[in-house]
């Protein structure tokens, strides 16, 4: 178990990081010094203001209306995930610090409650909506149009949720001690609390952090990262 979660959740945790950074640096400098066309890629009809050019970037973006009056049922199942996802972040976000508000109003105990509720909606969202991916890749007609890498990223978002949902519901680690171990790493004196590597979640812990640090190595040079040049994207196509 030691050994484990030290090659998971401490090497490779570093490892993916340097490698998600070079990488998505790289990614920019392309994007970067990539020669502008001449020619305008606006589409028809666009704003005439900056400001509505903006506007419609951002709905582009965040709402994709255009996939929605295409395809509505995936368009709500990424819809799903992706507020979900959201959620999910923010809520990882006390492994760095704890929030300073919510603590003060719902006292340690309701803390614990919300923080339950909410992970363990969000885990199970974005369960559904990968497994409804995955089975709209390998039973209906998008099947012909899928490639290996659509399963490699399907199967590491799997990982990534059935691990984490199973730290959540079947775990008793409380926040501190993931926080301690999360902290440990940023300030690169890292270690894993006692209370993870007994505990009954500290070979989920590891899995999950395995499927991270794959998904992380890997997210510069997949199709995914078009996530990130999105909002640049939508807007040369309003200018």
């Known amino acids: 178990m030691d050994t484990y979660l030290q090659i998971t959740s401490v090497i490779g945790v570093y490892v993916a990081g340097v490698v998600f950074v070079a990488g998505m640096a790289w990614r920019v400098y392309q994007w970067a010094t990539t020669p502008k066309s001449p020619v305008r890629l606006g589409m028809f009809p666009k704003p005439a203001t900056r400001g509505g050019r903006i506007a419609k970037m951002l709905k582009d973006t965040f709402i994709a209306?255009?996939?929605?009056?295409?395809?509505?049922?995936?368009?709500?199942?990424?819809?799903?995930?992706?507020?979900?996802?959201?959620?999910?972040?923010?809520?990882?976000?006390r492994l760095v610090q704890e929030f300073p508000v919510l603590p003060s109003l719902l006292g340690e105990e309701g803390m614990n409650s919300f923080a339950g509720w909410a992970g363990g909606i969000a885990g199970v969202l974005m369960m559904v909506a990968v497994m409804y991916w995955i089975a709209r890749r390998t039973f209906g007609p998008f099947k012909n149009l899928s490639v290996p890498e659509?399963?490699?990223?399907?199967?590491?978002?799997?990982?990534?949720?059935i691990m984490g949902n199973h730290m959540r519901f079947f775990?008793?680690?409380?926040?501190?001690?993931?926080?301690?171990?999360?902290?440990?790493?940023?300030?690169?004196?890292?270690?894993?609390?006692?209370?993870?590597?007994?505990?009954?979640?500290?070979?989920?812990?590891?899995?999950?952090?395995?499927?991270?640090?794959?998904?992380?190595?890997?997210?510069?040079?997949?199709?995914?990262?078009?996530?990130?040049?999105?909002?640049?994207?939508?807007?040369?196509?309003?200018?």
């Open 150 to 161: 659509d399963y490699l990223l399907l199967a590491l978002l799997f990982g990534i949720i």
């Open 171 to 239: 775990g008793h680690v409380h926040a501190a001690e993931y926080r301690e171990w999360f902290q440990s790493l940023l300030l690169l004196k890292p270690h894993v609390p006692d209370a993870i590597r007994t505990s009954n979640v500290g070979w989920s812990l590891g899995t999950h952090m395995l499927f991270v640090n794959l998904f992380l190595i890997y997210f510069p040079f997949s199709k995914l990262v078009h996530a990130v040049g999105s909002l640049s994207a939508n807007f040369v196509r309003s200018e």
């Open 65 to 93: 209306p255009q996939s929605a009056a295409i395809e509505p049922r995936m368009w709500l199942f990424a819809m799903v995930f992706h507020v979900a996802a959201l959620a999910a972040f923010i809520g990882h976000l």
